[in-house]
């Protein structure tokens, strides 16, 4: 493999992880203060409707954008009003609003736009455009490191740069901060943070809300930076890979963002080199297309048990009287 190839894999990994990372992300602050959000696919399926159906109706990208994340953290509210206020079952929860995003965004995509649940493609100012670093096009032709930096690292969307900043902010808000730490605490001993005074609901709600933020990111990085409108489904189990691969890091954001960006190497993998032979015998296209999936099913089966959530997670709270 040359450099040019194996740029361009990096290239389409790196794209293909920013919707896993902002969606782990996002699974990372809820269930640290104990909400388990099996949700996190409907809110990056429904931040994605909306924020090209707005997009294609207003023309501007950052409406579309506000549209996505507004509408994520109605559904995350959902959530939370569910398993937060009246202390239901948060994986039945999530479920259910997988189910109602799916179903959703099709009829509301055939009711306004009549071409079977998509939108109109986007183009121009409705999507957001690769944005060139500085000095990117004077280094090209510096060997190696040039290639690097004006193949690898220019030329992505500003979401993609927001996410992966998104890491090292994320990792100093959990574990630098007093709201990190009272956040973390509710994740596992809620009694005690409620004996000390704090709101465990309101830290509960904030986490969620920040998780819809998140998602809706993902979700209008997915219809409006990686493709140029909605089609039905496009989250394509990314919300699942992403608790994958939260599962897979310990609820750690720099581990989170190796595991996603794996992940996103694996897709870029199976769409870049379909057609590969090992020992004379030929790999089918499905399987390479899988890889990011059949991951997934490994790492849930021989992790699930080394990793360990936060201990109050998935219980709702109830207050001592």
């Known amino acids: 493999m040359d450099l040019a190839m194996l740029l361009q894999l990096l290239d389409s990994s790196v794209r293909l992880a920013t919707p896993l990372l902002l969606a782990c992300l996002a699974g990372l602050f809820s269930e640290r203060a104990g909400i388990f959000d099996i949700g996190l696919e409907g809110k990056i399926l429904v931040s994605a409707f909306f924020s090209a159906a707005v997009a294609a109706f207003t023309g501007s990208v950052w409406i579309g954008l506000l549209a996505g994340i507004g509408s994520s953290i109605v559904f995350a509210l959902l ?5 937060i206020t009246f202390r239901g079952n948060q994986l039945i929860s999530g479920v259910a609003i997988n189910f109602l995003a799916s179903g959703m965004t099709v009829v509301l995509g055939d009711s306004w736009f009549q071409i079977g649940g998509r939108t109109p493609q986007l183009e121009g100012h409705a999507r957001f455009q690769n944005l060139t670093l500085p000095f990117a096009e004077q280094v090209r032709d510096v ?5 690097i930096y004006h193949d690898l690292l220019s030329g992505h969307s500003i979401l993609v740069y927001v996410g992966f900043l998104l890491v090292p902010l994320t990792w100093w808000v959990l574990f630098r901060t007093r709201f990190g730490l009272r956040l973390r605490a509710v994740g596992e001993n809620p009694a005690a943070v409620d004996t000390a005074g704090i709101s465990v609901v309101r830290m509960r709600y904030t986490a969620v809300i920040i998780c819809g933020v998140l998602c809706g990111i993902a979700g209008a990085y997915l219809a409006t930076g990686l493709s140029a409108g909605f089609v039905r489904e496009m989250s394509a189990g990314r919300g699942f890979i992403a608790l994958a691969a939260l599962i897979f890091s310990k609820w ?3 581990y989170a963002l190796m595991a996603c960006f794996l992940f996103g190497l694996l897709d870029a993998t199976g769409s870049l080199f379909q057609n590969i ?3 004379g015998i030929s790999v089918p296209v499905q399987f390479m297309q899988a890889l990011p999936y059949i991951l997934t ?4 089966a021989g992790f699930v048990g080394k990793a360990i959530p936060p ?3 998935g219980e709702p709270y109830v207050k001592e009287r």
Not at 79 to 83: E, I, K, P, Q
Not at 297 to 300: C, Q
Request: aromatic share 4%; net charge positive.
């Open 311 to 313: 201990r109050a997670g």
């Open 277 to 279: 032979h090992v020992a």
């Open 79 to 83: 959530h939370g009003l569910a398993s």
């Open 252 to 254: 750690r954001p720099w």
């Open 143 to 147: 060997p190696v490191l040039g290639a």
């Open 297 to 300: 099913v490994v790492i849930l």
